[in-house]
T-cell receptor, first 113, second 117 residues
Framework: DTAVSQTPKYLVTQMGNDKSIKCEQNLGHDTMYWYKQDSKKFLKIMFSYNNKELIINETVPNRFSPKSPDKAHLNLHINSLELGDSAVYFC????????????FGQGTRLTVV | AQSVAQPEDQVNVAEGNPLTVKCTYSVSGNPYLFWYVQYPNRGLQFLLKYITGDNLVKGSYGFEAEFNKSQTSFHLKKPSALVSDSALYFCAVRDGGRGSTLGRLYFGRGTQLTVWP
């Protein structure tokens, strides 16, 4: 009964390809996020959705496009992949409220070759 | 601007000894503070949070954290470390100001804790 699940767990692809990462949460949370963790383990927020509405859109190349078909799903599509996109991408969700903690998925390790 | 600092990249401690992982923060409103742990090849797991009230917060796996408003710190502690506590620890803050209900978490850069037998 995974709370926040991401697929795939590992993704190896060539430069220039387009790929998607899927995320689903079964916690009934209203808010979902995408974070990027670089090779130095630094975590940076990319996007946040609340009830399918984009709330946070950090300075991310427009090759990255999130899509939220419903509040339980938040997918990340990446066009024209570059070497620098190699990282671990984490999906997270939390209920609305200032004092609520986020629940993270297991991560997707993307390697661009 | 919101920010979190974890001044130590690495903390090494012997099993059975107390451990402290340091965190200081900067927010414009009331701080909401969190600690997360990341084991190798895993996602982040929530450990504990400070909202309001007691300055000493107890969390999972015997961890606790002390909130100090005057020093803007939220250090993570454990009285007796275990080898299995070895992991990467992240401090995070959410600003309690306007828009905070939808707000982002600002993470520190992480501290690698190694507990040796």
């Amino acid at each position: 009964d995974t709370a926040v699940s991401q697929t795939p767990k590992y993704l190896v692809t060539q430069m220039g390809n387009d790929k998607s990462i899927k995320c689903e949460q079964n916690l009934g949370h209203d808010t979902m996020y995408w974070y990027k963790q670089d090779s130095k383990k630094f975590l940076k927020i990319m996007f946040s959705y609340n009830n399918k509405e984009l709330i946070i859109n950090e300075t991310v190349p427009n090759r990255f496009s999130p899509k939220s078909p419903d509040k339980a799903h938040l997918n990340l599509h990446i066009n024209s992949l570059e070497l620098g996109d190699s990282a671990v991408y984490f999906c997270a969700s939390r209920p609305t409220g200032v004092n609520t903690e986020a629940f993270f998925g297991q991560g997707t390790r993307l390697t661009v070759v | 601007a919101q920010s979190v600092a974890q001044p130590e990249d690495q903390v090494n401690v012997a099993e059975g000894n107390p451990l402290t992982v340091k965190c200081t923060y900067s927010v414009s409103g009331n701080p909401y503070l969190f600690w997360y742990v990341q084991y190798p090849n895993r996602g982040l797991q929530f450990l504990l949070k400070y909202i309001t009230g007691d300055n000493l917060v107890k969390g999972s796996y015997g961890f606790e954290a002390e909130f100090n408003k005057s020093q803007t710190s939220f250090h993570l502690k454990k009285p007796s470390a275990l080898v299995s506590d070895s992991a990467l620890y992240f401090c995070a803050v959410r600003d309690g100001g306007r828009g905070s209900t939808l707000g982002r978490l600002y993470f520190g850069r992480g501290t690698q804790l190694t507990v040796w037998p």
